[in-house]
């Protein structure tokens, strides 16, 4: 009889099914109680419209998808893998199992199919069950149910076949879902941790914009988070419909798992059972690996450190590379005794640790000595096309607040790229000013108030360039009363832009909130006694106080910007607030409107005039600046 092998195993197959039977029982049995029992125990008599059975029938699978299909994917798909490949970490399993007269391929081929088969079969029968507890609640969709049941399977296509391709990288079974955990989020994490480190390093540093949506792509979790979701359409407040958006994403995600599967098998080809219980298996990635942990270390430790002791430390550049070089030699040695499974690397890999941690060393130097001129770069205003500035979150807290200011008017963009220019010719006087801060009483007691003497002012400035181009920029300067009375320093200049009348109304009232639009307004008045008392204006009041506001803010009595609670702030804001209420425009609903709130000034005439109009000023309503409110206490 002539000995054959085969490219698939019934009996194997059938080995992983019967031995493996909780875990797919498990992940079948949620799915059960998710979507039939859940229609049949509430469509009857529910009060929500996701429970009736046209509403779960057309509205409720869908919503299973985005969160908990996603999660339901990602956890029995890592387990399932787990589970089929696990022969592959035992020497005694490895050798015994390939002794069969079963090929490597088949061997792939079968117990990929069978840990494909914990998850696609129970996908199937849930499609059916629903299928009938639909058609018995009387509302069947076909359509949505078929979306369900792609999407989910593609969603479990992908997780499996990314933690099979793991789980032939490594020879160890607790490292499978550790590679497959840290895969799915390692770009992401490297990325903010180099991130992280230029904000420390690098003088107006802002963020790594063009790497991040490939980064994002490399992330399928967050991916699937941002693209796989569930629109809803409503009728006055009621959802009606839902429309599934993503599947595209989804198919691409399957047919970047086949991708994986297909390198799996590749690799599996080649694998060298004898390393079962390495860490790594695969010899090229082994380097990769250790080179790896090293940077990951290095970043993540030495950035950790260094937050925890930079208010005690010198020069930051040099202190963040002492720290880096430190983490970073811990961690290729860490990462070395892994890969050798022992203590005892020091002499073999020295030499490769001093070559990386020179690499550390100087890219550190370059970035600290500017050599791509980054720090001192300031764009051209004759190349500027517009620029915003955003973040700067000034008091008074109201609308303005967390408004982003727009300019490209030729005299705004000068005043901002000088602003610029100050901020960049001042780097040492800036970085000594935020380190005095640190050992500085910020704060000092006056009777039973508290005066603010400094603080860290950040803003964030995007310039738009005529070619198309984005540069970005991200600082943060001191404050305090001896920096502001100086009109060249950065913080004044950032004050005297952000207090541009046109700039401010700007700020308050974007496109389409005008008084033919004013719905309502809302006026609080803080009282000794009656703690707040609130008056609602009508439309007509609300106009009139509109009017109040518009000639205050033209004459610069109102939204005054501030960039210290001192005492002239304090004095200066009333602790009264305004809020203005518009319908949106273009809204479809006429209750989709946008409230716009204002902190009134002890100098702001107009609206102190359109009160008095409206008899709303008397003894017990007034405007009350934070001051005299503070020292009512």
């Given at each position: 009889m002539l000995s054959v092998t085969s490219c698939f195993s019934p009996t194997l197959y059938k080995k992983h099914i019967t031995r493996f039977w909780p875990l797919w029982a498990l992940y079948c049995i949620i799915w059960l109680f998710a979507m039939p029992v859940n229609l049949i125990l509430n469509h009857a008599g529910s009060y929500s419209v996701r429970y009736t059975a046209e509403g779960f029938a057309n509205i409720t699978v869908l919503d299973m998808l985005p969160k908990f299909g996603l999660w339901m994917a990602v956890w029995f798909g890592g387990l399932a893998a787990v589970a089929v490949w696990s022969y592959l970490y035992n020497n005694k399993a490895v050798w015994l199992i390939h002794s069969l007269p079963?090929?490597?391929?088949?061997?792939?081929?079968?117990?990929?199919?069978?840990?494909?088969?914990?998850?696609?079969?129970?996908?199937?029968?849930?499609?059916?069950?629903?299928?009938?507890?639909?058609?018995?609640?009387?509302?069947?969709?076909?359509?949505?149910?078929?979306?369900?049941?792609?999407?989910?399977?593609?969603?479990?296509?992908?997780?499996?076949?990314?933690?099979?391709?793991?789980?032939?990288?490594?020879?160890?079974?607790?490292?499978?879902?550790?590679?497959?955990?840290?895969?799915?989020?390692?770009?992401?994490?490297?990325?903010?941790?180099?991130?992280?480190?230029?904000?420390?390093?690098?003088?107006?540093?802002?963020?790594?914009?063009?790497?991040?949506?490939?980064?994002?792509?490399?992330?399928?979790?967050?991916?699937?988070?941002?693209?796989?979701?569930?629109?809803?359409?409503?009728?006055?407040g009621v959802i009606t419909n839902a429309t599934f958006f993503g599947t595209a994403t989804v198919l691409i995600y399957a047919c970047v798992g086949l991708v994986f599967s297909a390198a799996a098998f590749v690799l599996y080809r080649y694998r060298k059972l004898e390393l079962a219980g390495e860490v790594v298996t695969v010899g090229w990635l082994r380097p990769v690996f250790k080179y790896g942990v090293a940077f990951c270390g290095s970043l993540a430790f030495g950035s950790l450190l260094f937050q925890m002791f930079m208010s005690v430390l010198p020069n930051k550049a040099w202190s963040m590379l002492f720290f880096l070089l430190l983490c970073g030699a811990i961690s290729y040695f860490a990462a070395e005794?892994?890969?050798?499974?022992?203590?005892?690397?020091?002499?073999?890999?020295?030499?490769?640790?001093?070559?990386?941690?020179?690499?550390?060393?100087?890219?550190?130097?370059?970035?600290?000595?500017?050599?791509?001129?980054?720090?001192?770069?300031?764009?051209?205003?004759?190349?500027?096309?517009?620029?915003?500035?955003?973040?700067?979150?000034?008091?008074?807290?109201?609308?303005?607040?967390?408004?982003?200011?727009?300019?490209?008017?030729?005299?705004?963009?000068?005043?901002?790229?000088?602003?610029?220019?100050?901020?960049?010719?001042?780097?040492?006087?800036v970085e000594a000013g935020l380190s005095a801060l640190d050992y500085m009483d910020k704060r000092t007691p006056a009777g039973n108030i508290s005066i603010e003497n400094g603080t860290a002012q950040t803003f964030r400035l995007?310039?738009?360039?005529?070619?198309?181009?984005?540069?970005?920029?991200?600082?943060?300067?001191?404050?305090?009363?001896?920096?502001?009375?100086?009109?060249?320093?950065?913080?004044?200049?950032?004050?005297?832009?952000?207090?541009?009348?046109?700039?401010?109304?700007?700020?308050?009232?974007?496109?389409?909130?005008?008084?033919?639009?004013?719905?309502?307004?809302?006026?609080?008045?803080p009282s000794e006694k009656d703690g707040w008392q609130d008056v609602t204006l009508t439309a007509e009041q609300a106009k009139v106080l509109y009017e109040g506001v518009k000639k205050d803010l033209a004459d610069g009595c109102l939204g005054e910007r501030f960039l210290l609670q001192d005492k002239e702030y304090l004095s200066t804001v009333c602790a009264n607030e305004i809020v203005l209420t518009f319908y949106r425009p273009g809204a479809d609903e006429k209750n989709d409107t946008v409230s716009l709130s204002f902190h009134p000034q002890s100098n702001s005439k107009g609206v102190i005039a359109a009160l008095q109009s409206l008899g709303l000023l008397d003894a017990d309503h007034n405007l009350v600046t934070y001051l005299e409110q503070k020292q009512w206490r």
């Open positions: 079963v090929r490597r391929e088949g061997l792939f081929l079968t117990g990929w199919l069978a840990g494909m088969s914990f998850m696609a079969l129970p996908n199937a029968a849930v499609f059916l069950l629903t299928l009938a507890a639909e058609a018995s609640a009387g509302s069947v969709n076909l359509r949505v149910l078929g979306i369900w049941l792609l999407v989910q399977t593609c969603f479990c296509l992908f997780f499996f076949s990314f933690a099979t391709l793991c789980a032939f990288v490594t020879g160890n079974i607790l490292a499978v879902p550790a590679f497959y955990v840290i895969f799915n989020g390692v770009f992401m994490g490297i990325f903010g941790l180099i991130e992280s480190v230029l904000h420390n390093l690098v003088f107006g540093f802002a963020k790594l914009y063009g790497a991040w949506p490939a980064v994002y792509w490399l992330t399928p979790v967050y991916q699937f988070y941002e693209r796989v979701y569930v629109n809803y359409d409503k009728v006055e005794m892994l890969l050798e499974r022992s203590f005892r690397v020091f002499k073999k890999s020295w030499k490769g640790g001093v070559v990386f941690l020179i690499i550390i060393a100087a890219a550190t130097a370059a970035i600290e000595f500017d050599v791509t001129g980054y720090e001192t770069s300031i764009p051209t205003a004759g190349l500027v096309k517009s620029i915003t500035m955003s973040d700067a979150n000034t008091p008074p807290y109201d609308d303005y607040t967390n408004t982003d200011i727009v300019v490209d008017d030729s005299d705004a963009v000068a005043e901002v790229i000088a602003l610029h220019a100050s901020v960049v010719g001042n780097k040492s006087a995007t310039y738009i360039m005529q070619d198309g181009k984005e540069i970005e920029r991200y600082y943060t300067v001191p404050v305090t009363a001896e920096i502001l009375s100086d009109a060249t320093s950065p913080a004044s200049r950032l004050l005297a832009f952000l207090n541009r009348p046109k700039i401010i109304e700007s700020g308050f009232f974007p496109a389409g909130t005008d008084e033919t639009n004013l719905v309502e307004g809302y006026l609080s008045f």
